[in-house]
Structure formats: structure tokens, C-alpha cells
């Protein structure tokens, strides 16, 4: 399996940073790569799409709170077995999933394949693209209905979701598009620590982490038959997942620069060591636990931390590889 990654820039420019790509001239083949370039984009793909039955890692969007045109809201999908399983729902979730379908050639990301959600926590970063996600696969075909696997207070915020929604919905279904409402049902599974979701391919463990003062908040182990992933959610600093995550193949882990960290006011220190992880602990907890590769998403650069100086910070306590994660990569 090709280990790094493909990228897309506001989901339109593809770089290829460690497998083949086509020349820009062949992409015309691909109808859906062509109209890219008609937007008059410069567009490089993979020679051929990514083999649907090894497991994907996909970052649709690893933003902030903070309103960065090129990092879109925290959204991660493991593609595996011809179905997306995303974890949580940020503000772009769908386009991003749209945009990333296009380039790496996995139907189950285009939207109305989209089915299948789990949410760490239901903080609004992670959750805006809720809605979206509940109702804009099922405008654009989708024949299944949803299911979403979260913390307690999912079955409330689903329903008065799809209440807000009612009139959009009625005239979908009453009106001349005649759309199934049974297609939008969502079913909603409040969890608790353990296993939470098994398929054939897909085997979903969720597990506590403290996330200041939020009463709920959840990491998932990921299993296939090829790949044990593990995502840490929102954290604060926890001794426990190193255990969780022995010997998987992937650690992704939010972060923030613990430089820039020291240089805010007190109050900020407080808040985000309780809330978050700084980026020499993930380094500690993925020495600890022995994974094969760390991913840095949800990154806070509190005072300017780049990107380089959070990997090193990484590296202080980990030898395995380590990535900053960026929207659109496949890993």
C-alpha cells in the first residue's frame, strides 16, 4: 500500500507527494477531472483509482474553531470495504467528501454514499456539518438511510435538526421532487465505552477521553482486516490511550504547539491544557504505545507554531513517522 498521501487545495488542486500521477494532459479521460480543469485549475491525478479493498485514511478537514480558508471543520473518513465511515461532522463535510471522491477514485465518498457517522463529541466544530450530512446524500440520491453512532444528547440533536429542516423537507417530499422521506430517517445510537459498531469489514471500538468539562467525549479504535487506526478525538492530555493504541499501524492525534502555548495568558494555558494535548505528549503516548505512523490533525497553533516545529515537537519522544495532516490527504 502506497503510505503517503494525495492533496487537494480547496478541493480543486491535486499534488501527488510519494506515488504516480498521471501527466496533467491524460486527466482529460476522467469527465468529472476535466470539468475541474474547465474551472481552470491545474490538476494532477493518480494514474488510477486507489484499490477500494485496502483501508483509506481520509482527511477531509482537520480545522479549528478558527475560520482558516484552507482547513475546513474536523472530519476524518476511513474508507474500507466500499463504505466511508466518517468521524465527526464539520462545517464542509460533504464537499470535502464530494472533493476527495473525485481525486482518489473512492465512490464511497461521493455524497450519496455517505451513511455512516460517528461523533467524538458534539462540540460545533464537530458537529455543523451535521445537518449537511443528514440532508444533502439524501437530496442527491442516497438509498439508504443514515446511521450515527455518538454521545449522549446525539437522538435530541438529531431530532430538533431534522425539526428545524421540517418545511425544507416537506417540500422535497410533497412536492415535485418526490423524495423518500424514510431516506432520511436517521438512526441514532447513543454509546458508551466498548464496542460499538461491527460489520463485515468494520469493527468500531469507542473509548472515554477528557475533554475539560464536557461530560461525553469519545476516541475510536478503528479495525480491518489490514489496518488498526486509532483517533483520539478532543483530549486533554491521557495516559490511558497509550494502551489503547498499542501496536496500531495509525495514531491520529489532535494537537497544539506547546511553544505557543506558553506564550498566551494564563487563562489560555488553562483552558487548552485541559481541553487539548500539546504536541511532545502525543509524541510520549506514540513511543509509549509502539504505532507505526502518528497524524497530526486538529492543530492549534496558539502563537505562531509552524507546522515543521510541531512535527519536531513530536519527534522529541517518537522515532516512528510522523505527518502533519492537511485537508484531502489519503494515507
Avoid at 53 to 58: D, E, K, L, M, Y
Wanted: charged letters at 20%.
Amino acid at each position: 500500500m502506497c503510505s503517503k498521501r494525495w492533496l487537494v487545495f480547496c478541493g480543486l488542486i491535486l499534488v501527488s507527494t510519494g506515488c504516480s500521477v498521471a501527466p496533467a494532459g491524460e486527466a482529460s479521460s476522467r469527465p468529472e477531472l476535466q470539468a475541474l480543469g474547465e474551472l481552470g485549475q491545474q490538476t494532477s491525478v493518480p494514474s488510477a483509482p486507489l484499490d477500494p479493498s485496502q483501508t483509506w485514511i481520509v482527511l477531509l478537514g482537520t480545522g479549528t474553531p478558527g475560520a482558516e480558508p484552507d482547513r475546513f471543520g474536523p472530519s476524518t473518513a476511513i474508507v474500507a470495504g466500499g463504505t466511508a465511515y466518517l468521524i465527526d461532522a464539520g462545517p464542509g463535510v460533504v464537499r470535502r467528501a464530494a472533493a476527495a471522491a473525485v481525486v482518489s477514485g473512492l465512490a464511497a465518498l461521493r455524497p450519496q454514499n455517505l451513511r455512516v457517522l460517528f461523533l467524538t463529541h458534539l462540540h460545533s466544530d464537530h458537529t455543523l456539518g451535521y445537518p449537511d450530512l443528514m440532508l444533502s446524500p439524501w437530496v442527491l440520491g442516497r438509498a439508504r438511510s443514515m446511521q450515527a453512532y455518538g454521545p449522549p444528547g446525539l437522538e435530541s440533536m438529531t431530532s430538533l435538526l431534522l425539526e428545524a429542516y421540517s418545511e425544507d423537507i416537506r417540500i422535497r417530499v410533497e412536492g415535485t421532487e418526490q423524495l423518500r422521506r424514510d431516506l432520511l430517517a436517521v438512526e441514532t445510537h447513543e454509546i458508551q465505552p466498548g464496542v460499538i459498531y461491527e460489520d463485515s469489514v468494520m469493527r468500531v471500538e469507542a473509548f472515554a477521553v477528557p475533554h475539560g468539562t464536557w461530560d461525553y467525549a469519545f476516541g475510536f479504535k478503528l479495525i480491518t482486516a489490514d489496518r488498526t487506526i486509532v483517533i483520539s478525538g478532543d483530549t486533554g492530555p491521557f495516559e490511558g490511550l497509550a494502551d489503547i493504541a498499542m501496536g496500531a499501524d495509525v495514531l491520529i492525534h489532535e494537537a497544539y504547539g506547546a511553544d505557543g502555548l506558553s506564550q498566551r495568558q494564563p487563562g489560555v494555558q488553562r483552558y487548552h491544557s485541559t481541553f487539548h494535548t500539546s504536541a511532545i505528549k502525543v509524541g510520549e503516548i506514540a513511543e509509549q504505545a509502539g504505532v507505526g505512523m502518528v497524524i497530526l490533525y486538529h492543530q492549534l497553533h496558539l502563537a505562531g507554531d509552524t507546522a515543521d516545529e510541531m512535527l519536531d515537537q513530536v519527534r522529541l519522544n517518537f522515532s516512528g513517522e510522523v505527518a502533519y495532516g492537511r485537508d484531502l490527504e489519503v494515507y
